[in-house]
């Protein structure tokens, strides 16, 4: 299922927030163990699955990273990212989940993650030429 476009205005200094949060949390990720088995050191809500063939079954979940954006038009819409190990048939299967504005959480790979993180520093990046380009015309 593809998920509904979610929005969020937010200020430059929210921007770079978010895309601490999201390098941050790919990071996590990308630092955890991908052995099924043991609860990763960051694991905030931890759910047992019942036993399977290969043995115990486990979701663990880190705390979210969040961040509350406000815009001239959007005002506090919180922008949330958490890791996710799921061991599951003697694997472990590690992702992300984005939240925006409290809607279906979007499940993004490290690479993406700091993708969106990017695109949001070139968007304050060119915010910024553009304010620096109008104060030098005056
Ligand atoms: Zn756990």
New binding site residues.
């Given amino acids: 299922m593809v998920p509904d476009r979610v929005y969020a205005e937010m200020t430059m200094p929210q921007a770079f927030m978010v895309a601490e949060i999201l390098f941050g949390a790919a990071d996590l990720h990308d630092l955890t163990s991908p052995v099924h088995g043991n609860?990763?050191l960051w694991?905030a809500?931890?759910?047992d699955s019942r036993l399977d063939a290969v043995g115990r079954g486990?979701?663990?979940?880190s705390r979210q990273f969040s961040v509350e954006a406000h815009g001239p038009e959007l005002r506090k819409v919180d922008v949330s990212i958490s890791v996710l190990?799921i061991d599951a048939g003697g694997q472990r299967t590690l992702t992300m989940e984005l939240v925006v504005a409290g809607r279906e959480p979007i499940r993004l790979t490290a690479a993406e993650a700091r993708q969106l993180a990017v695109q949001l520093l070139n968007a304050v990046d060119a915010h910024t030429t553009a304010l620096a380009d109008a104060s030098a015309t005056r």
């Fill in positions: 609860c990763p694991c809500t931890h759910q486990a979701f663990h979940c190990a």
